[in-house]
């Protein structure tokens, strides 16, 4: 008898954990849901709104953009309508934006231009300039890796002032290398990827190297493949950094022709509301593809610290 008193408590116990566990499992779920939305809610925003006609726009947003009969902004006296379907939908601002207006296209492909470049360019330097700083030990290499961090800890906005004083010196001033020459050594590619091959075990380069490898081979067949995932991850960071840069190209670019649209972006002004949000979707599409496409990437370069896989 005692024996079927316990297990019918122990069942009832049993259940009642099983109810709190599921009670707990759906509301992290809930909220977890609501965060994802808030977060979401700019780029759905977005999206919707590119469909929207440009009357609707206008009637929605129209009073953000409002200006004061001296020009300045006035105060945003009428509610803001946030309509994530819109009345009527319609490609209007996508066939101007790509058919009609080739100034968007070309800060597109502007963006472009600059953004892949300092990619592959910048991590073939740091890749390079990391297996030195990781294989070999004296004061000179510690002193100018103690450099690249000082460097790196820096705010752009303080180098802006020595970089247009060094791009003027060099005639580069106004021109695509003012932006691409500083993007090329940056050093904060040079410090996360010297991080990786200093996790790389001593024993395999030594293996390597009785085996008669060179130190090409070493760097080419041992020291990059296993910092993949890193290169990876660090050449989506680069990307997003410089895909969205705004202060180089304002500061270092006076002919707006070779703005990037991350610039016509930041400088939206009333008639161009509707066309911007088709723009800002555009000006999306890469960044997301890139993640979508190197998620996995991003997430072993975190994760695998450049060692040997157990």
Known sequence: MENVIQKKYFEKLHKRREMSDRTKTILVTVCAIAFAFIFLL????????SFMEPTEIKANYGSIFETSEKGGKTFVSKTVNLKLIP???TFSQYYIVLFKSPEYLLKFWNSV???????VIQLLIATLASYGFARYDNKIKSALFFGYITLMLMPYQVTLVPNFLVSKWLGTYDTMWAILLPGFFSPFAVFLLTKFMKRIPKEVIEAAAIDGAGEWEV??????????GGIAS???????????????????????????LSVFLSKINEGEISLAFAVAVIYLVPPLLIFLYGEDYLVEGISYQGGIKG
């Open 42 to 49: 700019p780029i759905i925003l977005t999206v919707s709104n």
């Open 87 to 89: 009345d009527m939908v």
């Open 113 to 119: 231009i600059y953004t892949v470049p300092i990619v």
């Open 219 to 228: 760097f080419s067949k041992i020291c990059t493949p296993l910092c993949k």
């Open 234 to 260: 660090i050449a989506i960071l680069l990307f997003f950094d410089y895909w969205n840069m705004v202060e180089q190209p304002l500061i270092l670019l006076t002919n707006t022709d070779m703005h990037p």
